[in-house]
Every structure is written in C-alpha cells, then in structure tokens.
C-alpha cells in the first residue's frame, strides 16, 4: 500500500508514494539545497527493485511542475526507484525533469537494470513515467560542464519491448566515455515512450 507524503519546496512539488517503507523526513543539519531545513527523503531500504520488471515501480516520487535535481544535494534523496510525472498519481500540470547521472546514481540505491542484450551490464537504474506533454532533460551530453568534467554523456539503448525493456518504455544509458551504449555505462533511466527527451 502506498503511504503518500507531500512536500512543496522551492523547485516544485514532490509527493512520495513509498510501497515498502514510510518515507523520511528530517533535518540532521543546515543544507544549501532548495529542501526546507535540509530535508531528506527515503524510500527505505527495502530489497533491490528491478526496473525492467513490467509492474515494478518501487518507491515512487511524484513531481509537479518543473524540477532540476541538479540543484539539490545528492544526499537529499534516497532509495527512490521511480520517479512520475503522471497526472494520473497525482502529478500536476505539465512537467519537467532535469536530471544528470550522479543524481541517477544517488537515488538509485535499490533499483537496477540489467538488459538482456549482449554487452549490457547490470547497473543502478531509475524508470520515469509521464505523460505526452511532459518532458526529461538528460545533462552530461558534449555541451554540458557536466561532460567536460567527467566525459560522460547519456545515450539511447535498445527498448521498447526488447533487450529486456518492457513495452512502451526506452532505455536511456549513461556512458562514462566513448559512443557505445554497452560500454562503459554506469547508470540506467527506463523512461516511458511519449515524454519529450533531450540530452546535453
């Protein structure tokens, strides 16, 4: 059953639907992050999600308007497997998530991929839902400071009813280095066909 918590905060407004655990909410010190007073959000730690798994959603985040979770401290969320931009759990208006791979990686602590195509390793992985009018931004492309730093950038995988990837979702791969989406990859995003993606 989910427990629902709503929290609105300088970047939007986040509702946690947490299936397995009651979501956190506390302030062990002051943060720089749009949180009021440092808050922090957890799924739990419940046991690891496979987000390739059709009907497996986990703990979901649900989001409203337009968040960067660039500019919240990594440590802030946790644990979360999905995050939804659907109207139809609660989601408001036309959404859109800024998101960048150490973001992926830091909220991903139980959820994982592992396509079946060869080459593919398994690694942490977050779904996103939304709707037609909803878009993802994917930063750590060649434009991006992100990149420059790190030589990463996001790529588009096989999906969409194969490699593993379930039906009416495309697998997104973020690559440490090179143009191979079975290479150095690290980090997973299974995002639902019809929300507008862009990489940079």
Not at 13 to 31: G, I, K, N, T, W
Not at 46 to 58: C, F, H, S, V
Not at 112 to 126: I, K, M, V
Request: proline share 6%; glycine share 10%; aromatic share 4%.
């Amino acid at each position: 059953m989910y427990r629902p918590l709503r929290i609105r905060i300088a970047i939007g407004v986040l509702m946690v639907l947490s299936a397995c655990a009651h979501p956190r909410s506390d302030a062990p010190e002051a943060s720089q992050s749009p949180f009021p007073d440092g808050t922090i959000i957890s799924g739990g730690n419940n046991p690891n999600d496979d987000m390739l798994a059709p009907d497996n959603r986990g703990d979901v985040l649900v989001l409203s308007n337009n968040v960067d979770f660039t500019k919240v401290d990594k440590d802030r969320i946790k644990n979360i497997e999905t995050l939804s931009m659907l109207n139809a759990i609660g989601a408001r208006n036309k959404s859109m998530i800024i998101i960048d791979a150490a973001h992926v990686l830091a909220m991903a602590g139980t959820g994982f991929a592992a396509p079946t195509d060869p080459g593919y390793d398994p690694n942490p992985a977050l779904r996103i839902d939304g709707d037609a009018d909803d878009r993802l931004l994917l930063l750590g492309g060649d434009d991006s400071a992100i990149s420059k730093a790190s030589g990463g950038r996001w790529l588009r995988g096989a999906g969409n009813g194969t490699n593993g990837v379930p039906a009416g979702y495309d697998l997104y791969v973020h690559v440490t280095k090179g143009f191979s989406p079975t290479a150095n990859a690290d980090a997973y995003l299974v995002v639902q066909k019809g929300i507008a993606v862009r990489a940079r």
